[in-house]
């Protein structure tokens, strides 16, 4: 363990504070954490209170330790500029080391604004050739006694403002560093052989500023790196990775490799979207294990949730559309053999292990459905769905044959289009909406009593007041076909039966109480006093 010396200049008195920092044998200093600069700028402790020590690094058990009182002999030091790798060890290891004892405190003046400076110091004045000398926005200033051989070998930056200063000791001044810390830890990358090495218990944050420093000095190896680094640890959250992406696409004038840590985020392949999607979709509806299909449907409908919000995905968006009207087609024509097979009067003798799978397959293609059809009404992209359901007349036949058990599934897409249609998210035209109501609505009736207590989400008033709003959509004549065969089935059934009562008082509110056009004339709404009732 060695010591820099950090001294402090408030109001002309001069404190001088001992910092600790890492040595390697390599020569690498490791800078001190933000806390030794965070605490440095402080306020001192209120009077007559002690104040308590900073706290010292702890150096690995591998690492050799150096006094704080431990000096090294002069004669150790080398006397020339150019360093080798084993004389950059012994530079390392012979740092100044400062042992003073803080003089004590004096009462401190009313003046509580006054600017204070912070000044510290790194390596050997007298093994260096060269003195950098970083200037903090935040009155640091930070002295680096380097090797010139090291800098020019590794920086063009430095390359640069060496080749311009010839003097027997320059010093370079950096104004206005914007992250002193890390330029420092950086020039120390310089001398160590395995810099990927001393990057492995850094954060991914902590290599980013790294690696913009490294690119501002030109100190390429470091900046590939740092790039091996983080083409190799995890990114966790969107927000660290989007930084660690602009961080690498900034570097791509550099001429160094950007391209590995790229592949994590983009693909060399050629549009392959659209079979990657037809290939999800397609494991998704194939599977028979529940927990693990449910839970994957939510994933993928949020995530295409989340595709719908993005500008850049309108051109993928027939695409992906016509993926999944192919699987709609599949799935229907999987129905339609289902329920033939099982309409078949020699089904019912069968065993129960002949009839189980046929069931089963028939709840699993009917779930697809519905769940595609969420998706393509998320997507607003749902009308071409209610034409393929409305135009199910053989579906619909074979409907009443089956128990009610095996076909109430199919039931429950009926339910989702009239809420859709009701709710303003499908927008079919009239003789869409008029077929679906004269082909489905009679099965969606004979099945209402176990979707009630046999489907958990089913929503009764939701699912009433989308038939309503459905129907209330057609032409008068159209509306009163269809309320007056549904009055009929609600007169014998009751509770079994979807009760539309509220769509039959505006159906009949339209026809007895204040037709909108009588013998040419048109009535305001406004001239008729009823019970308020909302139109759909």
């Not at 800098?151 to 080749?163: D, H, R």
């Not at 010839?166 to 001044?173: G, N, W, Y």
């Not at 850094?202 to 490294?214: E, F, G, M, P, W």
């Not at 129960?352 to 607003?380: G, H």
Request: aromatic share 6%; net charge neutral; charged share 25%.
């Amino acid at each position: 363990m060695a010591e820099i010396r950090l001294t402090k200049v408030e109001q002309g008195q001069t404190k001088i504070r001992n910092v600790p920092i890492a040595v390697t044998p390599e020569g690498f200093w490791c800078c001190p954490s933000p806390n030794v600069f965070q605490k440095s700028l402080k306020t001192p402790n209120p009077l007559n209170k002690p104040k308590s020590p900073l706290p010292t690094t702890q150096t690995p058990a591998h690492k050799k330790q150096t006094s704080v009182t431990e000096k090294r002999p002069a004669s150790a030091a080398p006397k020339s500029g150019a360093v080798s790798d084993e004389k950059r060890g012994v530079s390392a290891d012979t740092p100044t080391v400062t042992a003073s004892v803080p003089a004590e405190r004096t009462p401190r003046s009313k003046t509580e604004n006054v600017p204070r400076k912070v000044s510290i110091e790194f390596g050997e004045p007298g093994t260096s050739d060269l003195r950098v000398i970083l200037l903090g926005k935040q009155g640091f200033t930070v002295k680096l006694n380097v090797h010139k051989n090291i800098l020019v070998e590794n920086s063009s930056f430095f390359a640069n403002k060496i080749s311009v200063q010839q003097p027997v000791f320059p010093c370079i001044e950096i104004d206005d560093c914007e992250d002193v810390e890390i330029c420092v830890e950086t020039i120390g990358l310089m001398y160590c052989k395995e810099m990927k090495q001393r990057l492995i218990k850094q954060s991914v944050s902590r290599v980013l500023r790294i690696i913009k420093v490294a690119e501002q000095l030109g100190f390429k190896s470091c900046m590939q790196s740092c790039l091996e680094y983080l083409e190799a640890v995890p990114w966790v959250g969107e927000e660290e990775e989007e930084k660690v992406v602009s961080s690498v696409l900034r570097l791509q004038s550099e001429g160094i490799g950007v391209t590995p840590v790229l592949k994590r985020v983009s693909s060399d392949i050629s549009k392959p979207h659209k079979d990657t999607f037809s290939h999800i979709l397609e494991l998704v509806l194939k599977s028979n294990e529940e927990r693990g299909r449910r839970e994957m449907k939510s994933v993928v409908l949020k995530l295409l949730r989340e595709n719908n919000c993005l500008p850049s995905s309108s051109g993928s968006v027939d695409s992906y559309n016509e993926i999944i009207y192919g699987s709609c087609r599949s799935c229907l024509d999987s129905i339609l053999i289902l329920f033939k097979q099982a309409a078949e009067p020699e089904f019912s003798s069968n065993s129960t292990d002949c009839r189980e799978p046929v069931v089963k397959q028939m709840v699993l293609e009917a779930d697809n459905l519905s769940w595609m059809l969420e998706i393509l009404t998320d997507r607003q992209a749902a009308d071409e769905f209610a034409v393929m359901w409305a135009s199910q007349q053989e579906l619909a036949s074979l409907h009443t044959k089956l128990p009610i058990v095996s076909r109430h599934h199919v039931s429950c897409v009926t339910a989702k289009l009239f809420v859709g249609i009701g709710k303003g998210e499908l927008l079919p035209s009239k003789d869409t909406r008029n077929l679906l109501l004269q082909t489905w609505l009679q099965p969606l009736i004979n099945d209402y009593s176990w979707l009630q207590h046999g489907s958990r989400s089913f929503d009764r008033k939701v699912v009433e007041e989308g038939i309503g709003r459905t129907i209330l959509t057609l032409p008068l004549e159209e509306q009163q076909s269809i309320l007056l065969s549904w009055l009929g089935s609600f007169l014998k059934s009751g509770d079994n039966c979807p009760n539309l009562q509220r769509a039959f008082e505006v159906w009949w509110r339209r026809t007895f109480v204040r037709p909108y056009a009588e013998s040419g004339n048109t009535r305001p709404l406004d001239h008729v006093t009823t019970p308020k009732v909302t139109e759909q």
